[in-house]
C-alpha cells in the first residue's frame, strides 16, 4: 500500500504537460521546480491527488480529463458583439486578448476569435478548456 503525503505538506516537482497531438503546454525549467502545497488548491485536484499517492523521485504519466482540468469549452462563454460597442478607430485583430467588464465589478479577459466589419466575436473559455491534459510529473522532493 502506497503512503499519501499529507495536505499540508510542501511537494516539488517537474512535469511536462501535453495535449492528446502531442504539443507541450506548459514545463518547468530543468533547474526549477514547481513548488507547492497540498490541499491549498494550487494546482487541479485531479493532478494534486495523483501526486499525493506517488513517492520521492517517483515518475508518472497522469492523464487529467477536461472535466477535472479547465472543464468543458461553453458556448455560453463565446460573446458575439456590435462593432460599434468598442471605441472608433481601435484596431482590434483575432488573437488579441481584451479585459471585457460586465455589472458589479466583474471582468473577464477574452480571446478575440473572429472580426468583420460589424461584429467582434469574443471567446472566454479558457484556451485549454475541452482539452484533456497529460502531465509527465517527477515527484522532485518532499519538504
Known amino acids: 500500500m502506497v503512503k499519501r503525503i499529507p495536505a499540508g505538506t510542501t511537494v516539488?516537482?517537474?512535469?511536462?504537460?501535453?495535449?492528446?497531438?502531442g504539443r507541450i503546454f506548459d514545463s518547468t525549467p530543468d533547474d526549477e521546480p514547481l513548488v507547492f502545497t497540498l490541499g491549498c488548491g494550487e494546482i487541479f485536484p485531479a493532478l494534486?491527488?495523483?501526486?499525493?499517492?506517488?513517492?520521492?523521485?517517483?515518475?508518472?504519466?497522469l492523464v487529467i480529463p477536461s472535466a477535472q482540468a479547465y472543464g468543458p469549452r461553453l458556448d455560453a462563454n463565446i460573446l458575439k458583439l456590435d462593432r460599434s460597442s468598442f471605441p472608433e478607430g481601435r484596431e482590434i485583430r483575432v488573437g488579441q486578448k481584451l479585459v471585457i467588464e460586465f455589472g458589479g465589478?466583474?471582468?473577464?479577459?477574452?480571446?478575440?476569435?473572429e472580426v468583420t466589419e460589424g461584429?467582434?466575436?469574443l471567446?472566454?473559455?479558457h484556451p485549454?478548456?475541452?482539452l484533456d491534459l497529460t502531465f509527465?510529473?517527477?515527484?522532485?522532493?518532499i519538504h
Open 105 to 113: 465589478n466583474n471582468a473577464r479577459t477574452m480571446m478575440v476569435t
Open 12 to 21: 516539488s516537482v517537474h512535469y511536462i504537460g501535453t495535449l492528446d497531438n
Open 119 to 121: 461584429a467582434v466575436t
Open 136 to 141: 509527465a510529473v517527477k515527484l522532485h522532493g
Open 128 to 130: 485549454l478548456a475541452g
Open 48 to 61: 494534486e491527488a495523483e501526486i499525493a499517492g506517488m513517492e520521492a523521485g517517483e515518475v508518472r504519466n
Open 123 to 125: 471567446d472566454g473559455n
